[in-house]
């Protein structure tokens, strides 16, 4: 079967901003699946990444989103809060990387959702996760390379690397999509969807698994020495 056909009856909302969800949700416009970007009415920030003169016309933006459809609405006003609850009804997945509680305060949450919509599937990635002492943390990929130990596989004797491009953000969208593939197999079972807490920091200590095991020597290691 064709790799890009594979999600094409699956209806995804992608209610992200720079990369870790809308790469996740481009990864799943790649299966095929109906992607409808929502974003608010000033647009995505990442219109704006590194533009060169073309404000709104970033190569960054146009590939993360290609293979999207776009709109805008206004999540904070009674008319685009009825609009995406509208489309809500029709979605067998919500992606979103809003900070924890912003969907709460917006009474669109998973709970308010779900009586909507049973079968939706609600991923929501987030540095470090839905619960838990650093949830409203504000931190860069950087910072989750760091406290994962992944600085000290680079680098020389002197002073650590700085990874490029960002490692969390792109395995944080790989385990959204590993987990909404995987609730969606559920599903055709259940009938039911689910709720699916992504953080950044712990998809990238998934990949340090074996690292920090046996921590290398800035400047002794496979990648380093």
């Given at each position: 079967?064709?790799?890009?056909k594979l999600l094409t009856d699956?209806?995804?909302?992608?209610?992200?901003?720079?990369?870790?969800?809308?790469?996740?949700?481009?990864?799943?416009?790649?299966?095929?699946?109906?992607?409808?970007?929502v974003e608010p009415p000033q647009?995505?920030?990442?219109?704006?990444?590194?533009?060169?003169?073309?404000?709104?016309?970033?190569?960054?933006?146009?590939?993360?989103?290609?293979?999207?459809?776009?709109?805008?609405?206004?999540?904070?006003?009674?008319?685009?809060?009825?609009?995406?609850?509208?489309?809500?009804?029709?979605?067998?997945?919500?992606?979103?990387?809003l900070r924890p509680g912003v969907?709460?305060?917006?009474?669109?949450?998973?709970?308010?959702?779900?009586?909507?919509?049973?079968?939706?599937?609600?991923?929501?990635?987030?540095?470090?996760?839905?619960?838990?002492?650093?949830?409203?943390?504000?931190?860069?990929?950087?910072?989750?390379?760091?406290?994962?130990?992944?600085?000290?596989?680079?680098?020389?004797?002197?002073?650590?690397?700085?990874?490029?491009?960002?490692?969390?953000?792109?395995?944080?969208?790989?385990?959204?999509?590993?987990?909404?593939?995987?609730?969606?197999?559920?599903?055709?079972?259940?009938?039911?969807?689910?709720?699916?807490?992504?953080?950044?920091?712990?998809?990238?200590?998934?990949?340090?698994?074996?690292?920090?095991?046996?921590?290398?020597?800035?400047?002794?290691?496979?990648?380093?020495?």
């Amino acid at each position: 079967m064709d790799a890009g056909k594979l999600l094409t009856d699956v209806r995804v909302l992608d209610l992200g901003q720079y990369l870790p969800g809308p790469f996740a949700a481009r990864i799943l416009a790649d299966m095929g699946a109906d992607v409808v970007k929502v974003e608010p009415p000033q647009g995505d920030p990442g219109r704006y990444f590194d533009a060169e003169g073309r404000p709104g016309e970033s190569p960054f933006y146009g590939l993360i989103n290609a293979g999207k459809r776009i709109i805008n609405l206004d999540l904070k006003a009674a008319e685009g809060r009825d609009a995406f609850l509208a489309l809500i009804d029709h979605a067998d997945v919500l992606l979103e990387s809003l900070r924890p509680g912003v969907l709460d305060r917006l009474e669109l949450d998973y709970r308010r959702l779900k009586e909507r919509n049973p079968r939706l599937v609600h991923c929501a990635l987030s540095g470090y996760g839905q619960t838990g002492p650093w949830r409203l943390v504000a931190d860069h990929d950087i910072g989750y390379v760091a406290l994962t130990g992944m600085l000290s596989a680079l680098g020389t004797h002197d002073y650590p690397a700085i990874p490029y491009p960002p490692m969390a953000d792109h395995a944080g969208s790989s385990q959204a999509v590993v987990g909404i593939l995987g609730a969606l197999f559920s599903r055709s079972r259940s009938g039911e969807g689910c709720y699916l807490d992504v953080s950044l920091m712990e998809s990238l200590l998934y990949v340090q698994a074996i690292p920090l095991q046996v921590p290398p020597q800035l400047g002794a290691g496979v990648l380093n020495g």
